[in-house]
């Protein structure tokens, strides 16, 4: 079936946050620091407060609120406070210092210029080897170092000394944006003690929590209501300052107050990833099976933890996925995360995975070469069997199920693999540079609380809920705790409940997220768990609410359950077509709250897709340009609830995954000033750069979910750079170990092989 949701975003019906109109609504800008690291000495607001047109404009001592503190039992770690507003100390270029309140944003905006702050310069700390070093100035009072975990698991020493053969590289992915086509954006109005808000957030849940504690009254006096989100990817999982900031003041002020923020705010301030340096080591023996691997990670954190995570994300995360869909036999890992005076790192699709797919694809193929082994064999001779499932790795990920060897040779087919060098000869002599990658990886989803836990991470619930009704025209409406962010999540929930109770999906109405529904509580829409954790608690709901159906229709029908079937919007004897009572029937003969229910799922484990992904590129040695001749991918998300969904979250995440490996990358000078503060200078892919896409689907179903599905959302940014760094690297012949490949590395090898010439 096509996807509901479509119809209002493609003819213009769908209502974002900017489309919300409230009478009397005021509007607000942010003045942020100018400086990456300084004393605050003077911030004089007089004249921005006398400007016609501004209601209020205030400070971080005229606010008066508690930081964002991200609760955290990690050990061997800290987790500052953010400040809404910096109250002494600025800590990176765009951190908010004041905000001004005005009629409209063009007079909040000119208001702005005004302000008179005075900045005593500190020295900034703008890369993770600076901040550890003994001399470096403090980001915070608490020091650099976030965290500092270290684990082994078996005799890695035993491994590298009895190993054929050792690789050792130096890794670097750099610091990227999740840029959404709609930035952040809260319109907050009092309501009672509390305030109403409307946000384009992916927890909203957990907003209303940061909101009420922020302004010291219960949760449920907190209403947030999602409307159309236009992307998230991650940046929208967080709370940020200027939220809170907003739903303070339209209480204060008892108006409307909104914001909604621009290109260069959501460059500057919202949230970076990735951006971790790494040593890995690996050993194998003469055959190439992998005995040991060795990582030592350090993450550039930036200025602050985001809200819920804290500061350990990516440090957390990566590590406990080097190991991938391998089998080594030992493992030791040491990650840190450091202060810097940078925007703050936070959640970006794929997050941690990322990373370490690059690692372990990084590896495997150095150590194909260094075996004269293909680079596909290699893989082979190491990936999990399906015999061998489930399959527990050394970090304790409890691989559910699949086939990994099926999904590599899948794309290697499919990509052609075995025909390649014929190819790399012809492109030879048209002076071009051909290369193929491979990429295989395995991804956790759906993480459940144990997960989160389990890493400190508190503040997340790991658990979501559904609310579902049937009104007395036989129509179901369902509200989860995972707003729509694009993914197409409307219709694999009109899906899966319309299964549970015997309808249609076009009978089936999927709300916008509202936190005064159901008494909902649950964890949002990311790490790829729409499907897992509140389809769970949709399927939960509605299988309920069938039972309910089935009871009342016994009764009416005189008939035991069991002699019935519900299907079509009607209960019916079997056998007996004609004998039967509507949906509608029922519900509106019974009590209006026997056709409600609230149902929450945690997953009772966390469920493992995985997938291989394989390209063919060719590069222009004068230029160093790159196109993608072929790309293929072979996945597993187990149970398929809708192609179209799947293929569409596979597409557009492999294309993030691509413009990774080639384009994205934000920039800081020496003095922590942004370089990429804008698109002109922020590259991201347009059509011309996204190749075609063969998408080959095992659909094993996983034997610990609800109908056996597993995430989807993030693999295709997972698998994508590390297939393309390896196509590069068999392309100029030279290990890229960095993150992007700019065009400059490309022609700079290129040249030092020898470019070919066109004959």
């Not at 086509?181 to 409307?198: N, T």
């Not at 899906?495 to 309808?503: K, P, S």
Request: hydrophobic fraction near 40%.
């Amino acid at each position: 079936m096509s996807r509901v949701e479509d119809g209002p975003l493609l003819t213009g019906r769908a209502r974002f946050l900017d489309d919300v109109r409230m009478p009397g609504t005021l509007e607000v800008a942010f003045l942020r620091s100018p400086l990456a690291h300084g004393r605050i000495v003077r911030l004089e607001l007089g004249r921005a407060r006398s400007t016609h047109g501004v209601v209020a404009a205030l400070n971080a001592a005229d606010l008066a609120a508690p930081p964002l503190l991200p609760p955290s039992e990690t050990p061997n770690s800290f987790s500052p406070g953010r400040p809404l507003l910096a109250e002494r100390v600025v800590r990176f270029v765009g951190e908010p210092v004041a905000v001004v309140v005005a009629e409209s944003r063009y007079v909040a905006e000119d208001a702005l210029e005004e302000i008179e702050l005075d900045l005593d310069p500190l020295e900034p700390v703008t890369t993770p080897l600076r901040a550890l070093l003994p001399d470096a100035p403090q980001v915070h009072d608490e020091g650099n170092l976030y965290v500092e975990l270290r684990a082994e698991f078996g005799d890695v020493d035993a491994a590298f000394a009895g190993a054929s053969v050792v690789v050792e590289r130096e890794l670097r992915h750099g610091r990227v944006a999740a840029l959404p086509i709609e930035g952040r954006g809260i319109i907050a109005a009092p309501a009672g003690v509390g305030v109403e808000i409307w946000s384009s957030t992916q927890g909203p849940h957990k907003l209303a929590l940061a909101v009420a504690e922020a302004l010291g009254v219960e949760r449920d006096s907190v209403r947030v209501v999602c409307p159309s989100v236009g992307g998230g990817f991650g940046l929208k999982a967080h709370v940020y300052p200027e939220e809170v900031v907003v739903a303070l003041l339209a209480r204060r002020l008892g108006r409307a107050v909104k914001w909604v923020e621009d290109r260069s705010e959501n460059l500057l301030a919202s949230s970076h990833a990735r951006d971790q340096h790494l040593r890995v080591r690996a050993a194998a023996d003469e055959g190439g099976r992998l005995l040991a691997l060795e990582i030592d990670q350090l993450v550039d954190q930036g200025a602050y933890g985001t809200y819920p995570h804290g500061p350990a994300l990516e440090a957390l995360t990566t590590p406990a996925l080097v190991p991938g869909p391998y089998r080594p036999a030992a493992y030791r890992v040491r990650a840190r995360a450091t202060a810097t005076n940078k925007c703050p790192q936070g959640a970006y699709r794929g997050v941690g995975f990322v990373v370490a797919a690059f690692i372990h694809e990084r590896l495997m193929d150095a150590l194909a070469v260094e075996l004269r082994i293909d680079r596909g064999e290699i893989r082979r001779r190491n990936l999990v069997r399906p015999e061998e499932m489930p399959y527990t790795s050394l970090t304790s990920q409890c691989y559910d199920g699949g086939d990994y060897p099926a999904a590599l040779e899948l794309a290697l087919r499919a990509v052609g693999y075995d025909g390649v060098e014929r190819e790399r000869r012809e492109a030879l002599s048209r002076g071009r540079l051909l290369g193929v990658g491979v990429a295989c990886y395995v991804e956790p989803t759906g993480m459940n609380s144990r997960a989160f836990q389990g890493r400190g991470m508190v503040g997340i619930e790991g658990y979501d809920g559904a609310h579902v009704t049937i009104d007395g025209h036989g129509l179901a409406t369902v509200w989860t705790t995972t707003p729509a962010i694009g993914q197409g999540s409307d219709t694999t929930f009109a899906q899966i409940l319309a299964d549970r109770l015997g309808l249609t999906p076009e009978n089936v109405r999927v709300a916008p997220t509202d936190t005064a529904v159901g008494g909902l509580a649950g964890t949002g829409t990311f790490a790829s768990r729409s499907a897992v954790s509140a389809g769970g608690a949709v399927a939960k709901a509605g299988t309920e609410l069938r039972r309910r159906l089935l009871e009342d229709a016994g009764e009416w029908l005189e008939a035991g359950v069991e002699d019935l079937e519900l299907a079509g919007g009607a209960v019916r004897v079997l056998g007996s077509p004609t004998i039967g009572v509507s949906v509608a029937e029922l519900v509106a003969a019974a009590d209006p709250a026997r056709y409600a229910y609230s149902a929450q799922w945690d997953p009772p484990a966390v469920a493992y897709p995985y997938a291989t992904h394989a390209c063919v590129v060719e590069v222009d040695p004068e230029t160093g340009g790159v196109e993608i001749i072929r790309y293929a991918i072979a996945e597993d998300c187990g149970r398929v609830i809708n192609p179209l969904v799947v293929e569409g979250q596979i597409h557009g995440a492999t294309a993030q995954g691509i413009a990774e490996a080639l384009l994205e990358q934000i920039v800081y000078d020496e003095e922590g000033q942004l370089q990429t503060a804008s698109l002109m200078d922020y590259l991201v892919p347009t059509a011309s750069e996204v190749p075609a896409m063969m998408l080959e689907h095992l659909e094993i179903p996983s034997p610990t979910t609800t109908g056996g599905v597993k995430g989807v959302g993030e693999g295709g940014t997972v698998g994508a750079p590390a297939a393309v760094a390896s196509a590069l690297s068999d392309a100029v012949g030279v290990q890229l170990l960095e993150l992007p490949v700019s065009p400059e590395v490309l022609r700079e090898a290129a040249l030092a092989r020898g470019a070919p010439h066109p004959r």
